[in-house]
């Protein structure tokens, strides 16, 4: 009985993967295909991915269909997922995807580090922190994002949404 379920899961994890790559297709598909630079056009990462998550949700469905997961751990205290840490990393994803276009990407992707790491920390057991530790990941979160935020910017010409019109924030 439990190896159905398993094989059951791991078919509707394949099938998870197959229609986000769909959905990605999809979006890729309306995307104007018009060339860029080096003859590339916008839409040409997005069909990558799309194309590469086809294929791995392919190779998926068949291994989980010809006999499971090949090479898997036993799990022997069959642990369950720490939802309250997927909650803080997805409410980083939305946060950052919600305020970019307001507070500017630096900000909105250190809020999105500072979310995240929240979750990852009180995944592994790690204590949640008091306020040293918000701070010290807000820290962090602007050392990471605004020399991306520069390098995209000021380096490449790509045009990401900042706080302010100077294009240094």
Request: proline content about 4%.
């Amino acid at each position: 009985m439990r190896a159905v379920i398993k094989v059951r899961q791991q078919t509707a994890l394949a099938l998870g993967v197959l229609l986000i790559a769909l959905g990605l297709a999809a979006g890729a598909w309306v995307i104007p295909s018009e060339a860029g630079y080096a003859g590339v056009g916008p839409d040409f990462l997005p069909w990558v991915v799309s194309l590469a998550l086809l294929l791995c949700g392919g190779f998926l469905l068949w291994e989980s269909r010809t006999g499971g997961f090949r090479d898997l751990d036993a799990d022997e205290d069959e642990s369950l997922p720490y939802w309250l840490g997927f909650v803080w990393m997805s409410a980083g994803l939305l946060v950052n995807g919600a305020l970019i276009t307001t507070i500017g990407f630096i900000f909105s992707c250190t809020l999105c580090f500072v979310l995240a790491s929240r979750g990852v920390r009180m995944s592994q057991g790690q204590p949640a922190g008091g306020a040293r530790s918000w701070l010290l990941d807000a820290v962090v979160g602007v050392l990471i994002s605004a020399p991306v935020y520069w390098m995209f910017t000021k380096f490449l010409a790509i045009s990401l949404p900042g706080l302010t019109q100077s294009g240094w924030l």
